[in-house]
């Protein structure tokens, strides 16, 4: 069985067919997705799909991508909105949180210091409830990882992963496993092939990003959560494992960092 730590099946580009996705990837062996909410406009959203969908889940935070128009009455009913979900079997971290420094508009000078602000409160809010966190870490592994150093929450992953093995251990020290999907799938990702090749296999988790990232056998196309074996099969393939080894130990390594990750019903 597998489970795919990071997949936005709530996004518009599934339409009306996100229940069926996830029943269509819980037929592969897709034993859990994690759908993480991206702006206040979609806590509801995510909570909703994870009670529909068997074999669901979700996470609740404010995407860096969402933070330029976002508000600190945002954070505060973040908090509030994982006060209530503590109590739901299906919540299970803060995220999708981190930061953005690829998009242009996100490196100008006030929205670093803004969507550092932001990231700093959702650690906050992750240490507070003993969460870990679901990271988005693109051109900025270092100052996320620096936050977290300062903030402690309680572990999670550094999503979509493509650092280097210093900053991995970096990660990994902190409590952290490292994300990998679509991207290792392609022959010319050298150094995320590398990184999935030699990292410690506990240190791993396998996502979609769904659906986005798609794998080298769809891309450009939609991407989904079923297709995560075949991506499972890729990291099999580049570590010489068996695939039944490799989705039970990145299966392992998710509940471990995701502690409250409900079992398949």
């Given amino acids: 069985m597998w489970i795919d730590t990071h997949c936005h099946l709530d996004a518009h580009e599934f339409g009306s067919e996100s229940l069926q996705v996830a029943a269509r990837a819980a037929a592969q062996g897709v ?10 406009a979609n806590f509801a959203i995510v909570r909703d799909l994870a009670a529909a969908a068997p074999n669901t889940c979700y996470a609740l935070g404010i995407h860096p991508i969402y933070v330029p128009h976002a508000t600190d009455d945002d954070l505060i009913a973040l908090r509030e909105a994982v006060a209530l979900a503590m109590h739901d ?8 949180i981190g930061l953005d420094f690829f998009i242009p508009m996100l490196c100008e000078p006030a929205m670093r210091v ?12 992750a240490r507070d409830f003993d969460l870990p966190v679901l990271a988005h870490v693109r051109r900025s592994q270092d100052i996320v990882l620096k936050h977290a ?10 999503h979509a992963f493509n650092g280097s093995f210093q900053q991995a251990q ?8 490292l994300g990998f999907g679509g991207a290792m799938t392609f022959t010319r990702a050298l150094q995320i092939r590398r990184m999935a090749s030699d990292l410690p296999l506990d240190a791993i988790v396998l ?15 939609r991407n989904s959560p079923e297709e995560l074996p075949r991506i ?4 099999a393939e580049l570590r010489g494992l068996e695939l039944a080894d490799v989705a039970a130990q990145t299966s392992a390594n998710a509940r471990a960092v995701l502690s409250r990750l409900p079992l398949m019903e």
């Fill in 31 to 40: 034993a859990m997705i994690v759908v993480p909410a991206v702006e206040r």
């Fill in 232 to 235: 499972g099969a890729v990291l």
């Fill in 170 to 177: 970096g990660y990994i020290d902190l409590g952290f496993k």
């Fill in 207 to 221: 996502e979609t990003d769904a659906p986005d990232i798609s794998p080298s056998w769809i891309h450009p196309g």
């Fill in 149 to 158: 150093r300062q903030i402690r929450p309680n572990g999670g992953i550094a």
């Fill in 89 to 96: 079997p299906r919540f299970v971290a803060i995220g999708e």
């Fill in 114 to 125: 803004k969507q550092e602000h932001f990231l700093r409160e959702q650690l906050k809010i």
